[in-house]
């Protein structure tokens, strides 16, 4: 891999790939927002009676595993609450303020999509703070579809997607990754997934970068890091916070997987620098992106910087209610270490034991054993080190949005993923696969005498 230096060149053209996106989304969400609304409505109407139908609507749960596997339709109402009141006579405004309009409290998701609908709300709210890029795909979606049928696209097309991305990592990189890959998914109760619009955007930028760096022959960092850089920028245009870092993390490891024999190479002061600049620069990204939005938006509502900086403020130390939960769940004050502490605590308690304590239990006592039988002797542990670094990427996160991973764990829990994945191949670099291949075969030959006899 040949390796990226800065220089005046090279940032001029990451401010030319910022200014390409940010237009590009402008343009996108002002097209969208300009389509007819009447058919739009029509379905909408149709999806919230749908909706509305489920029990227990805001967190259905399935096989009663408590909300680590509930699908949250709350969201999905506000999203297609803001999706129902755009004025395709005013679609520039209408995309920046973000508005959606109810009868109750601003979180009362479902309720106020249902007096919108039924023509009954009063109250009008601004969500301003995100880009709500999901617009750009699900309202034109929206003309030909409800809800149900919606998902049933999306159900095909994540399954698609992700089976793809299984079989080329099997045949591009390995069988031990591509399993590793597909236990990732299983910790993430990745059938949920498709079944509702907030978790989507984020897991196809995923998969389908993942796939361009499988499928493509890339020799230079700064395209790799132009790739994260745009990953970033699209996961802050679609994302409402759900699983933000999923889109450097995963892409990440493909990356890592597809160059370990450079990253043999270098010393741990290198490979740290090399993981800083991807964090970096998907952090600067991530961030430049969703600063735009209230800097557009101020052209419309000069409040919105204000609370743009609250909402900042919020997500990452939180206030009133959710500090005193923080107290009575266990906490003997608010202290700044220990809330965050709390937060990745709460996002790991989910993942490890609420949904899989007897799996994971299980598959870390195996894994141990056969460590213990078959660990490589005096190997070098770099891309081991690597691994494990990048599989603390979730907790990094965790640690600097505190309060929303503390108050959202249901959802925000699957940004282990990427600690799975990196986990079990950081395990597979320390383990003789030659030698378990040998006792495979003397196991298999013992059995074959067995049956002979």
């Known amino acids: 891999m040949e390796r990226y230096r800065i220089s005046k060149k090279g940032i001029f053209s990451f401010g030319i790939l910022f200014v390409s996106l940010i237009l590009f989304y402008l343009l996108a969400l002002y097209i969208t927002a300009s389509l007819s609304s009447e058919k739009i409505k029509a379905n909408i109407e149709e999806s919230a009676q749908i909706i509305e139908a489920q029990n227990d609507w805001s967190y259905?749960?399935?096989?009663?595993?408590?909300?680590?596997?509930?699908?949250?339709?709350?969201?999905?109402?506000?999203?297609?609450?803001?999706?129902?009141?755009?004025?395709?006579?005013?679609?520039?405004?209408?995309?920046?303020?973000?508005?959606?309009?109810?009868?109750?409290?601003?979180?009362?998701?479902?309720?106020?999509?249902?007096?919108?609908?039924?023509?009954?709300?009063?109250?009008?709210?601004?969500?301003?703070?995100y880009w709500h890029g999901y617009i750009a795909v699900w309202r034109p979606l929206f003309v030909f579809f409800n809800y149900t049928e919606i998902s049933l696209i999306n159900i095909f097309l994540f399954y698609l997607l992700a089976f793809l991305l299984i079989i080329c990592t099997a045949k591009k990189i390995g069988y031990w990754a591509a399993i590793a890959l597909g236990l990732s998914f299983i910790y993430i109760n990745f059938w949920c997934i498709p079944l509702a619009f907030q978790y989507l955007d984020v897991f196809y930028i995923v998969l389908i970068i993942s796939l361009i760096l499988l499928t493509f022959n890339i020799k230079k960092e700064s395209t790799y890091l132009k790739i994260i850089f745009i990953a970033a920028s699209l996961t802050s245009f679609f994302d409402l916070l759900t699983v933000p870092v999923v889109t450097l993390g995963i892409p990440l490891i493909f990356i890592i997987m597809k160059h370990e024999a450079y990253v043999k190479k270098q010393s741990f002061k290198q490979v740290f620098f090399f993981l800083f600049r991807f964090g970096l620069c998907w952090s600067i990204g991530y961030v430049l992106t969703w600063l735009m939005k209230p800097v557009i938006a101020s052209v419309f509502n000069p409040d919105v910087i204000t609370d743009f900086v609250q909402q900042i403020q919020f997500r990452m130390n939180g206030e009133g209610i959710y500090r005193e939960n923080f107290i009575n769940e266990g906490g003997t004050g608010v202290n700044f270490f220990k809330y965050r502490i709390y937060a990745m605590y709460k996002i790991f308690k989910t993942m490890f034991f609420e949904?899989?304590?007897?799996?994971?239990?299980?598959?870390?006592?195996?894994?141990?054993?056969?460590?213990?039988?078959?660990?490589?002797?005096?190997?070098?542990?770099?891309?081991?080190?690597?691994?494990?670094?990048?599989?603390?990427?979730?907790?990094?996160?965790?640690?600097?949005?505190?309060?929303?991973?503390?108050?959202?764990?249901?959802?925000?829990?699957?940004?282990?993923?990427?600690?799975?994945?990196?986990?079990?191949?950081?395990?597979?670099?320390?383990?003789?696969?030659?030698?378990?291949?040998?006792?495979?075969?003397?196991?298999?030959?013992?059995?074959?005498?067995?049956?002979?006899?």
């Not at 680590?68 to 803001?82: H, K, P, Q």
């Not at 009362?108 to 709210?125: H, R």
């Open 355 to 453: 949904l899989y304590t007897l799996p994971t239990l299980f598959l870390s006592v195996l894994l141990f054993v056969n460590l213990l039988i078959f660990r490589k002797k005096n190997e070098k542990l770099t891309v081991f080190y690597v691994y494990v670094l990048v599989a603390s990427i979730p907790y990094l996160w965790c640690f600097v949005a505190a309060n929303h991973s503390y108050m959202h764990p249901m959802f925000v829990y699957r940004i282990q993923m990427i600690t799975v994945f990196s986990l079990l191949l950081a395990y597979g670099n320390v383990i003789d696969t030659v030698k378990i291949k040998h006792k495979c075969f003397k196991l298999y030959e013992r059995m074959n005498v067995f049956k002979r006899v």
């Open 60 to 129: 259905p749960v399935f096989f009663n595993f408590g909300n680590a596997l509930a699908i949250n339709y709350g969201t999905d109402a506000v999203m297609m609450n803001i999706i129902y009141n755009i004025d395709p006579q005013e679609p520039l405004k209408s995309i920046m303020m973000s508005k959606y309009t109810g009868a109750s409290y601003f979180y009362d998701c479902m309720p106020n999509l249902m007096t919108t609908v039924n023509g009954t709300a009063q109250n009008e709210y601004n969500y301003t703070r």
